[in-house]
């Protein structure tokens, strides 16, 4: 609610609440000093604030500056999960069986996980969806060129794809999927234990989707594409970075691993460019 006319003749527009706020005896009372008299619109909305003050009481004012306080958190903070908490209270914006504890992982990028929560609402623009806003052009995938691209083909029966599943599937416990990838995400293993293994395992679903994505527009904006066996090895430093930026397992550790995981996907040594 505002009260832009009170504003406009009030005598001291920056005031503190302690300047309007008064306690004697007991009662508390609000009043509003103006530079000049007032009628008609703005006395109106003068006697509306005041009237909405006055079911306003503190017991004190301490002294010192004025500060914000969110009545939301025990300590008068503000934070995004109260105020989400308390946004859909009563409504059926919360969505109960969405897996937060696994698209939103502390480990990982906020971008990526931005990304894979539109995967798992099944936003990301795949042609099938782009033509379905309109545009025309011929479906056909980038990564295998023989079916129609939608987002279950792109991340789960793409030939491709499904290679480097089973290529992956060597270094990390994990299962083929062969249901959606909205129910994959839901149902992707909840260990949260705090071993390497386990933090592998949970960060492995966002680095393949998200490299399988860059792969995916790689080929359609730049004209390159990439190996089944280099896009595994690009997923497993992926994986491997994560994990030590976010202090969840040892870099020498994973430095083996992931030497390991080259010596399997790429044994010829020297560069491995993308080809065109």
Known sequence: MEFPRVAAVAASPDCRIADLWSLSEGSSSWSIPISHSIRGGAEVERVS????????????????PSRNVW???QNGGFSSHSYYSELVKGSNLADQEFPFKIVWCPVIPPK??????????????????????????????????????????????????????????????????????????KLWPRDLSQSASSWCSRVFLHAFCWHIWLERNRRIFKDLSASPRMV???????????????NKADRSATDLWLQLVRNRLLPRPGPFLLQQ
């Open 49 to 64: 604030l005041l009237n909405l003050l006055n079911n306003v009481s503190f017991s004190s004012l301490a002294a010192g």
């Open 112 to 185: 990526v996980c931005s990304f894979i929560w539109t995967v798992y609402y099944r936003k990301i623009l795949t042609q099938d969806v782009l033509k379905k806003k309109g545009w025309s052009f011929p479906n056909r995938c980038a990564l295998c060129g023989c079916f129609e691209e939608s987002i279950d083909h792109l991340f789960i029966s793409c030939p491709f794809s499904r290679e480097v599943w089973f290529m992956m599937k060597a270094f990390v416990s994990i299962n083929i999927p062969t249901q959606d990838i909205s129910s994959v995400i």
């Open 232 to 246: 595994s090895f690009l997923i497993a430093r992926c994986v491997s970075d994560w994990l030590c930026a976010g």
């Open 71 to 73: 009545e939301l958190t």
